[in-house]
């Protein structure tokens, strides 16, 4: 009845949030470009969908619950005092007890009452709507067993189908299951039903980082070097496990609790162990130069990606819009000459920091271990938020004294 129930109040859900919380992209049969909803002056490149039939739904995978996790093995209940047995008495208990010992072992390997769980919506009870997608909703989630706060991503499993990206999904859950880094959000385990497929994921108590960034329009300087710091990091940790993310954008991070940064999209992502990819995928405004380029058998691109991605990130914190935003024909344009204007008031540091990520030779872009130390990511992490803004005011009021 309990489950009856919930099925019951998930059909009655709706959302009115037009900032998706995690957004499954669509694809298509060709390069497309698409308008992003939340950001009409963005466009989507859709991935190429694959030839042949569709790819199966999502199968169940029986994974430990975070119950079953902490519970472990119960110990066992004391027993109580007996007197002392004889000499014969005490072999034939021994006999009786290695038996029952053996017959316990056998047993336990059939039932394991206490070993890993298969994860069911019944485990959950559900709060309100975080968010909403193309193919599902995301719903605040506690695990009733432990209090266990999460977020319960839903996908419905006709419209994964007719969007033909059950592949992509799959891909998703296989790559985020096995990431674990404070600025990566994680996903503890999936399930489904008939109907839908169930993502279990940490909750970013904060929301989306692009609702922060259009509230504030563009960020202090000493923010968004720390912001920057946690993506390299991030991005560092992925592509040691050789994954390319490959859509980096605000909408697509989220802030935890306590103000931390948390990649939280993985739809486009890709485990690439040689490195060498040719699929055209990702926002228009963050795509390099040698995505763009597309084309012949000899185009080819790496992990570098991500590093132009996080040069327009860059960008777009400290000046409040993308780079080469501009119509998607002059975009593509710009980005191929690496054609922008870093306004005045951005730090001579950020604007190096931009300049060595944003070089349309991937191999000449700075490495990821290189911008955790360059000097404005020193300045504005090591020194802090206060620090940092006395030297700023510093440095205006010398300008406005020099003035005549």
Request: hydrophobic share 35%; net charge positive.
């Amino acid at each position: 009845m309990a489950g009856q129930a919930l099925e019951a109040r998930f059909e009655r859900m709706s959302v009115n949030d037009e900032n998706d919380y995690q957004k499954p992209k669509s694809a298509a049969t060709s390069t497309k470009l698409t308008h992003s909803s939340s950001r009409p002056n963005l466009f989507k490149v859709a991935l190429q969908a694959q030839s042949g039939n569709t790819v199966p739904a999502v199968t169940a995978v029986t994974l430990p619950s975070q119950a079953a996790q902490r519970k472990g093995t119960q110990p066992p209940s004391p027993t109580s005092r007996k007197p002392l047995p004889s000499a014969s008495a005490a072999s034939k208990a021994s006999d009786e007890q290695a038996q029952a010992d053996k017959e316990k072992k056998s047993t336990s390997l059939i039932e394991q009452p206490y070993g890993p769980k298969q994860f069911h919506l019944g485990m959950f009870e559900i709060g309100r709507p975080l968010g909403k997608g193309k193919f599902g909703r995301v719903y605040l989630a506690r695990e009733r067993l432990t209090g266990f706060i999460c977020a319960l991503k839903v996908l419905h499993k006709s419209e994964l189908q007719q969007g033909r990206v059950e592949k992509q999904v799959r891909r998703e859950i296989e790559i985020q299951s096995n990431l674990r880094h404070p600025n990566i959000l994680q996903l503890f385990g999936h399930f489904h039903d008939s109907k839908r497929v169930f993502l279990i994921l940490e909750f970013a108590g904060k929301g989306e980082l692009y609702k922060h960034l259009r509230r504030e329009n563009r960020f202090p300087e000493w923010k968004a070097s720390q912001y920057i710091a946690q993506m390299a990091s991030a991005l560092r940790y992925l592509h040691r496990k050789h994954v390319i993310h490959r859509d980096i954008k605000p909408e697509n991070i989220l802030v935890g609790i306590h103000g931390e940064i948390k990649i939280s999209d993985f739809g486009w992502s890709v485990h690439a162990p040689n490195s060498r990819r040719q699929t055209m995928c990702g926002t228009l405004d963050y795509l390099p130069p040698e995505m763009i380029k597309l084309g012949g058998s000899d185009n080819y691109y790496n992990e570098k990606v991500d590093l132009w991605s996080l040069g327009v990130l860059t960008y777009e914190f400290l000046v409040g819009e993308a780079p080469f935003e501009d119509t998607p024909v002059m975009t593509q344009r710009r980005i191929a000459k690496a054609d922008m204007t870093i306004p005045s008031f951005v730090s001579p540091e950020a604007k190096d920091l931009i300049k060595r990520l944003l070089v349309l030779d991937p191999d000449k872009r700075i490495p990821l271990e290189q911008v955790q130390t360059h000097p404005w990511i020193a300045k504005h992490c090591i020194k802090g938020e206060r620090a940092a803004n006395r030297e700023t005011a510093n440095r205006e009021k010398s300008k406005s004294e020099s003035k005549p």
